[in-house]
């Protein structure tokens, strides 16, 4: 085993959270793809996210409260956004609506309450012009790429350190493509310690099965993704919550096989939590309490 990993192994049980300009809609974190909507019509959806300031701090209480021991928050998902300070693009939260850097208060919350702090980062981008051509365009590919690893190095320079980088889809490249060996190579040299998953075309560090729990052979880490009802995103007419009895029942499942439970809540676009998210957790910490490890 991997001393850099003893931490994870011990955590067990993470929180995913899922946030962007689509918690707007309501519906879908693939709206924008799935409706066809133009990138026109959804760029202005920047100007009108004003998520509450601070409001990272009730995810990483319930987190806390839930038993979890770190967060995983969506730093830029398929649509584009980044929920940080970026000098390579205004798409981003503190020049656009918000005003403010959430990435920076998410990673302050999650700390406050002595959590490891991990970044999903979606490779896939539907916002940057070269998101797509990039596959049959060099030039493109070589900008986009650029981007890419600009981005990274700017969520992994400037919030300190970070427990874990979760990329995401990796269309329309491959290894090759997005010179992944390239990218981790410079992930480590700015965060030694930090783990990465494998949804960047290398193997990295543990495996992602998602809303399914299978376990790994050969001793090789893995972490089963999950969400609470059946959406990543916020989604007003999702209200199909798994109990806290299932959760729990997942968490023992991922630990007695040796991997990690990331159970994602969606908060909605001003940042609060959906009640029947509070309450579920709130009772699966209550089982934590009397029957977690610390
Ligand atoms: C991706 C996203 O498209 C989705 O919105 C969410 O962020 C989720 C955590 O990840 O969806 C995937 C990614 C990978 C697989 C399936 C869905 N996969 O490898 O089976």
């Known amino acids: 085993q991997i001393r850099r990993m003893a931490w994870w192994h011990e955590a067990k049980f993470g929180m995913f959270i899922h946030f962007g300009l689509y918690s707007q809609h309501a519906r879908h974190e693939w709206a924008m793809e799935q409706e066809a909507i133009p990138i026109q019509e959804y760029m202005p959806l920047a100007q009108e996210f004003k998520p509450t300031p601070g409001a990272a701090r009730a995810w990483a209480r319930l987190a806390k409260a839930a038993g979890m021991k770190y967060m995983v928050l969506?730093?830029?998902?398929?649509?584009?956004?980044?929920?940080?300070?970026?000098?390579?693009?205004?798409?981003?939260?503190?020049?656009?609506?918000?005003?403010?850097?959430?990435?920076?208060?998410?990673?302050?919350?999650?700390?406050?309450?002595?959590?490891?702090?991990g970044f999903y980062y979606s490779l896939m981008d539907w916002h940057h012009p070269d998101g797509a051509k990039c596959a049959t365009d060099e030039a493109a590919r070589k900008r986009f790429v650029a981007y890419t690893h600009g981005l990274i190095r700017e969520i992994l320079t400037n919030?300190?350190?970070?427990?874990?980088?979760?990329?995401?889809?990796?269309?329309?490249?491959?290894?090759?493509?997005?010179?992944?060996?390239?990218?981790?190579?410079?992930?480590?040299?700015?965060?030694?310690?930090?783990?990465?998953?494998?949804?960047?075309?290398?193997?990295?560090?543990?495996?992602?099965?998602?809303?399914?729990?299978?376990?790994?052979?050969?001793?090789?880490?893995?972490?089963?993704?999950?969400t609470l009802n059946d959406s990543w995103g916020y989604q007003r007419a999702d209200d199909d919550w798994k109990s806290a009895k299932t959760i729990v029942r997942n968490l023992i499942t991922?630990?007695?096989?040796?991997?990690?439970?990331?159970?994602?809540?969606?908060?909605?676009?001003?940042?609060?939590?959906?009640?029947?998210?509070?309450?579920?957790?709130?009772?699966?910490?209550?089982?934590?309490?009397?029957?977690?490890?610390t």
């Not at 193997?203 to 399914?212: M, N």
Request: hydrophobic fraction near 30%.
């Open 159 to 226: 919030y300190g350190k970070i427990d874990v980088l979760w990329y995401d889809v990796s269309w329309p490249l491959d290894a090759k493509g997005w010179e992944s060996e390239k990218m981790n190579k410079m992930v480590f040299e700015l965060q030694p310690d930090i783990i990465v998953n494998n949804r960047n075309h290398l193997q990295g560090d543990f495996s992602t099965p998602e809303q399914k729990i299978v376990a790994e052979t050969n001793g090789r880490a893995w972490e089963s993704c999950m």
């Open 254 to 293: 991922c630990a007695r096989d040796g991997g990690n439970y990331l159970l994602n809540i969606g908060p909605r676009p001003d940042g609060s939590i959906p009640e029947e998210t509070v309450r579920v957790l709130t009772e699966v910490g209550a089982w934590m309490e009397t029957n977690g490890d």
């Open 74 to 117: 969506t730093t830029k998902h398929h649509e584009g956004f980044c929920n940080f300070d970026s000098k390579l693009t205004d798409y981003c939260a503190t020049k656009q609506g918000p005003k403010h850097d959430i990435v920076r208060e998410y990673v302050d919350a999650a700390r406050a309450e002595g959590l490891h702090v």
